[in-house]
């Protein structure tokens, strides 16, 4: 089935892909959006049901093979130690993300003239100041003005409450000399552009029902719609087309909300599918001029992906912490061992995250990005009683360096349920990796003793946590040399001219923060040179 | 299940089986790949083991479970599992634990922002020590 052909096509309807559709609006070119996934109603969250916990381990999962839904394209990760998760409609995976909104550093865009590590970005921190500033404006971020761990900026709006949980662990941090500061974050502390402010639910990854989380379901995709971008939902792209002779982009194949294989012309298509997606659906498109998958003549698509690795230490207080109160991610974070240290033995660094706690299920179940049960009996009277109400915590969040053997590949056998072939994740942990959380685990022990816990509580064995593939960065790297990244320093791709990407995929390295407000900092970038270089675009 | 969730009568806690848990297992489907499956296995070796297991005293009731345990080892997880999920889904239960019986939207909680001069003194030691990243 043919469609009337645009001027752009996107891939995804997540963070990146609104984000540069809302750029690209005062072009007046035709856009037009494909999202695998549905538009979700507020009443579609879970959170306003009386079980909403439950959910969390069904069709709100946030693994795709936990959901198993048909917008859901499963993931083979059996060859890894960390398993990506997502969510898949209007909104993508800030549906269910928690809104922690830390910019990276100056640092993290020159790894290799600094420390002698990865690569640098064809980018830096100056050139992205001000998209990270415009897209916190249309966002709406929350946070505190003058924090030292940064260059000068001012999120627009105040901090969410840090609650007893943030004060104390902040106390603790006083009390060592270093640094922290209230978490930057996506998440309203007062009502915005139309929005309601936060309530506190603490139950971010349900989908926000407030509309206080700043989803581009709630943030930009209201806007685009209004203005006329066109949003095909339950559209799953199965390739992107190419012309044989001149090697450009001429559209996709995709499977309708109809059950039909529908074809879309464009004139340039914008890839935003995620740090995992976004690969597969390029090795799915193979052709004769692109044997090995498209925009790929430099061997990179799907190699070098980054997560961050993760491990938690948890705090047993004299007080109750209420830490289901509050967004679940965030209250403080602190960035005192983000930069290199050699005398540390490791290179680059990690945050320490003060999430906060979480409700009585998903603790008994293991926690939220874990998965071992906390054990039955007795014992389990006295975690629950003694332990789960006391609680604060620090999640030490690790800088994952690019490693050529971490990657997504197609799976052989696995399909998603329109029969497209699946991805499949190689991935294992760095030694740099393993000793960041290593030293992370010991700094995050001394803190909360120092902030008052009468015990400290870790996992105890070498293992990252396993659903906690939240960020996915990487498999499409930026550069200056075609024969080392798959798209150029502003995110078009070195073999197909009219071809760019958007998403976490694009990234060098990882840097040890959260990547989505750098995702759309770039997307919104892209789509401002794609502005600048419109008269010489395809050249 | 009792013994899997046990009461605290002091604090008014009921344990899984008193309160009915069971009745959720059943209809788990969505949260395990054949709950009635893994229940019935359970519930076989417990009643291959020890026919009249409600009769046994405490210690030995957690001593044939925790045997169960190490020769039926999915089966069993499945079942602490689905009896945790059970249990905690239930809004009567979650105030026990210091949470909201109410689902969470739309009423939230309330948490008061901190003051600016809390915010400040509690900033002023980081503020103090000046920057801490890079200058590239
Ligand atoms: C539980 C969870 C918590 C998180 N917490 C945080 C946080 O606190 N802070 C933070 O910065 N980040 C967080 N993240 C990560 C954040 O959500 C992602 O970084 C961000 O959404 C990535 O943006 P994206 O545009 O690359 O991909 P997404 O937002 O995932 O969007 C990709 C979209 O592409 C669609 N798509 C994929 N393939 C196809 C196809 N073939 N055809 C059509 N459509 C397709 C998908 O359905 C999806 O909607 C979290 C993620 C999760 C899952
Ligand atoms: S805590 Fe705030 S942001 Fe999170 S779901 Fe609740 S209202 Fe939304």
Redesign the interface.
């Known amino acids: 089935m043919k469609n009337e052909p645009v001027d752009v096509l996107i891939v995804g309807a997540g963070a990146s892909g609104a984000a540069i559709a809302w750029s690209l609006l005062e072009t007046r070119m035709r856009i037009l959006c494909l999202e695998q996934g549905p538009h979700l109603a507020d009443k579609d969250?879970p959170?306003?049901?009386?079980?909403?916990?439950?959910s969390r381990?069904?069709?709100f999962s946030c693994d795709p093979n936990v959901r198993g839904l048909k917008q859901d394209y499963p993931i083979n990760a059996d060859d890894s130690c960390i398993m990506p998760v997502n969510f898949n409609a209007v909104g993508g995976s800030t549906i269910n993300f928690l809104g922690h909104w830390p910019r990276m550093?100056?640092?993290d865009?020159?790894t290799k003239?600094?420390d002698g590590v990865a690569d640098d970005w064809p980018v830096?921190?100056a050139t992205l100041s001000p998209f990270y500033d415009m897209n916190d404006q249309t966002t709406g971020v929350s946070g505190?003005a003058?924090n030292?761990?940064?260059?000068k900026y001012s999120p627009p709006l105040?901090?969410?409450?840090?609650?007893k949980l943030g004060?104390t662990l902040?106390?603790g941090?006083?009390e060592m000399?270093w640094?922290?500061?209230?978490s930057d974050v996506s998440i309203l502390?007062e009502d915005y552009d139309g929005r309601q402010k936060?309530?506190?639910?603490?139950?971010c990854d349900l989908g926000?029902?407030?509309g206080a989380k700043g989803g581009t379901n709630f943030t930009y995709w209201p806007m685009l719609e209004n203005a006329g971008v066109e949003l095909r939902t339950e559209c799953r792209v199965r390739e992107i087309t190419v012309d044989q002779d001149t090697g450009m982009a001429t559209g996709v194949i995709y499977h309708g909300s109809d059950g039909q294989v529908h074809e879309q012309k464009a004139e340039l298509v914008i890839v935003a599918c995620n740090g995992v997606g976004t690969p597969r659906l390029l090795l799915n498109s193979k052709s004769k001029i692109f044997p090995d998958g498209l925009a790929n003549r430099s061997g990179m698509v799907g190699k070098n992906l980054m997560f961050h690795p993760l491990t938690g230490v948890t705090g047993v207080f004299d007080e109750?912490m209420?830490g289901?109160?509050?967004p679940m991610a965030c209250s403080i974070l602190s960035?005192?061992f983000?930069?290199t240290d050699a005398t540390r033995g490791f290179v680059r660094g990690y945050g320490l995250h003060s999430g906060r706690s979480t409700?009585?299920?998903t603790y008994?179940?293991g926690g939220f990005g874990i998965d071992n049960?906390i054990p039955?009996?007795?014992e389990?009277?006295d975690v629950?009683?003694n332990v789960?109400?006391y609680i604060a915590g620090l999640t030490v969040v690790a800088e994952d360096l690019p490693e050529e053997h971490n990657c997504v590949t197609l799976d052989p056998n696995l399909t998603d349920s329109d029969g497209i072939s699946a991805p499949k994740i190689t991935y294992r942990l760095g030694e740099n990796s393993r000793k960041i959380l290593k030293h992370g685990e010991e700094r995050a022990k001394e803190i909360l003793l120092a902030a008052g816990a009468n015990k400290v509580l870790s996992k105890g064995d070498d293992a990252v946590w396993w659903r906690a593939g939240w960020h996915q960065m990487g498999t499409c790297r930026m550069g200056d040399d075609p024969s080392r990244s798959v798209v150029n320093g502003w995110g078009r791709s070195h073999d197909v001219k009219n071809l760019f990407i958007v998403d976490g995929s694009i990234f060098v390295t990882a840097g040890a923060v959260n990547p989505t407000s750098t995702i759309q900092a770039l997307a919104l970038y892209v789509g401002d040179s794609i502005k600048t270089n419109i008269e010489t675009l395809f050249d | 299940m009792d013994e899997l969730i046990p009461a605290n009568e002091k604090a008014g806690v009921p344990a899984a089986g008193a309160l009915g848990v069971a009745d959720f297992l059943p209809a788990a489907t969505p949260y395990a790949i054949d709950p009635v499956q893994s229940i019935t296995e359970v519930l076989k070796a417990v009643d291959d083991k020890i026919p009249d297991f409600a009769k046994l005293v405490r210690t030995d009731k957690i001593a044939l479970l925790k045997d169960v345990e190490t020769r039926h080892v999915v089966d069993f997880a499945t079942l602490v599992r689905l009896t945790y999920m059970g249990y905690y889904s239930r809004s009567d239960v979650r105030p026990m634990f210091g949470v909201g019986a109410h689902p969470v939207q739309p009423k939230g909680y309330d948490v008061a922002r901190e003051s600016n001069e809390l915010m400040d003194s509690l900033t002023a030691p980081v503020r103090a020590r000046g920057q801490v990243f890079r200058d590239v």
């Open positions: 969250f959170s306003r049901d009386d079980d909403y916990e439950l381990f069904g069709k550093k100056p640092s865009f020159k003239t600094l830096d921190y505190l003058g030292p761990a940064y260059p105040p901090p969410i409450p840090i609650g004060q902040a106390k941090f006083n000399g640094h922290w500061w209230p502390s936060c309530v506190n639910a603490g139950t926000c029902a407030a109750p209420k289901h109160e509050g960035q005192e983000y930069e409700t009585p299920m008994a179940l049960p039955w009996g007795d389990h009277r629950m009683d789960y109400p």
